[in-house]
């Protein structure tokens, strides 16, 4: 391909994605795909000649839309909001166009301290003070296995550069609510400490984490010969968007000299307003935390921020250094490889920078706001609806619901059965898509309200649906 195609298709490619995003609303929103219906679309075999792209372009509305969920339909109500903004596309764009490596300073300047600014930027924006440095991973994921490996490394004085955990010594512990994100559970195999030796506490009625049964398992683990190395307090759950109780568990990490890591996923994009600081009240206490713009802020997937107290303790996990890596401005500046578990890494920085000059912060408190007020009208809308039952508190955009009726009091079977069949119904009509969910052994549909174009009518309709949907079953 030259220059010349390409400006010819890129544009064509762009006015492409800008007509979809205007006509996403009248798409069904869950994919209606059978399993392998795409994949039969396409050759076995690869093409031996160049030169199709412009017909691949202009097959993309036959051979793929119709396995796509639209992540940023005004009625994507499920999982978790998926923003991916105007502003952000570009940006990826232009970081493909660069084709930048930015695994270390002198690979691209320009990308390292861009990243630098940005996440300075982002910490400012979150209320968090000076005492902490970002750096951008790819997902919260890698981000929570990065923190409980340097948990490890302090707990065991840095095993990993001599015999690592076959030394012999006692076993590392982790503690977490029973409500944390699976991430913590995959980090903690990862990191070697073995299932036996991660602790997923009882979380109370609003499903936060029982500060007394961590100090409980803690003072159990001791007694037993093993050895507390970190807990993860989740800010905003995956299942209910609860709130560990931060402030007290910092103490107790304290006071055991515990690791402390914070999963603020999702909810990590409500600190730009300050009215929502208070949930995570004592993170100033943390070793290390991470929240995803590319969830409900609006940079697209993928843009983790994690952020630590103690550089120099992450580089010391993490560098390697080989010789092919080393630079003469190795002393002077930040490599950026030796702050996670990459060496490659994408010039994200870009995503976080576009964006915000096109949104601003005050246009992006605005949305989250708006998203805010729009969970709340719904939960009044439950609470005031007969045989419909909130799951958990509304704290922020995520709203847990069950429909209860008369003739299926205490039994969960059917309970289950018939919350099943209501978000089927819901999500194969195409109109909108929500997920069901298990909250402690009970079935439960999360409206996770939050995508960039999500209106209140579309709240509303939603609701409708919801309500419709019983009727039809009855």
């Not at 869950?30 to 202009?58: D, I, N, Q, W, Y």
């Not at 890596?325 to 060496?343: M, P, S």
């Not at 079977?413 to 069901?436: D, F, Q, V």
Request: glycine residues 6%.
């Amino acid at each position: 391909m030259d220059a010349a195609t390409f400006r010819l298709l890129g544009h064509q490619l762009v006015d492409w994605i800008a007509d979809y995003r205007e006509q996403v609303e009248t798409r069904s929103v869950m994919s209606m795909a059978k399993p392998g219906e795409v994949r039969a679309r396409f050759p076995p075999t690869p093409p031996a000649t160049g030169g199709h792209l412009a017909e691949a372009l202009r097959t993309l509305e036959r051979d793929l839309m119709p396995g796509i969920t639209h992540w940023n339909h005004p009625s994507f109500f499920a999982y978790f909001p998926s923003n991916t903004s105007y502003a952000s596309i570009l940006a990826d764009i232009v970081a493909s166009g660069l084709g930048v490596q930015g695994m270390s300073w002198q690979t691209s300047p320009a990308a390292t301290e861009l990243e630098e600014v940005v996440m300075d930027w982002l910490r400012q924006m979150v209320g968090l003070s000076t005492a902490w440095t970002g750096v951008i991973h790819d997902t919260a994921s890698t981000a929570t296995l990065c923190a409980l490996l340097c948990a490890r490394e302090r707990a065991s004085s840095y095993a990993q550069n001599a015999k690592g955990l076959q030394s012999g010594e006692a076993p590392l512990v982790i503690y977490a609510s029973d409500q944390a994100h699976s991430s913590v559970e995959k980090a903690a195999l990862l990191a070697g400490l073995g299932r036996a030796h991660l602790r997923l506490l009882d979380s109370d009625d609003r499903h936060a984490l029982r500060v007394d049964r961590l100090k409980s398992a803690i003072e159990a683990d001791r007694g037993a010969g093993l050895r507390p190395c970190a807990v993860v307090a989740t800010i905003g759950t995956t299942g209910t968007t609860a709130m560990d109780p931060l402030e007290d568990i910092a103490a107790v990490a304290k006071q055991h000299r515990l690791w402390l890591h914070v999963d603020a996923a999702m909810a990590g994009t409500a600190m730009v307003l300050p009215e929502c600081r208070q949930m995570w009240e004592g993170v100033e206490a943390a070793d290390s935390l991470v929240f995803n713009p590319h969830k409900w802020m609006g940079v697209g997937f993928d843009f983790s921020a994690y952020f630590v107290r103690d550089p120099e303790h992450l580089i010391r996990v993490m560098s390697t250094n080989p010789s092919y890596l080393r630079t003469a401005q190795d002393g002077e500046v930040k490599n950026f490889r030796d702050w996670h578990i990459q060496l490659g890494r994408r010039f994200r920085a870009l995503k976080l920078w576009f964006f915000l000059m096109d949104v601003g912060v005050e246009g992006l408190q605005a949305r989250i706001r708006r998203d805010l007020q729009n969970a709340r009208w719904l939960a009044d809308r439950v609470k005031d609806a007969k045989d419909w039952v909130l799951m958990a508190p509304v704290s922020l955009q995520t709203v847990c619901i069950r429909h209860v009726p008369d003739e299926l009091q205490g039994d969960e079977e059917a309970l289950t059965c018939h919350n099943l069949e209501i978000a089927r119904r819901i999500n194969e009509s195409g109109k909108a898509y929500l997920t069901p969910s298990m909250l402690k052994g009970r079935q439960m549909l999360r409206v996770s309200i939050g995508a960039e174009c999500t209106e209140r009518r579309h709240v509303e309709a939603v609701w409708s649906e919801l309500l419709s949907s019983v009727t039809h079953q009855h």
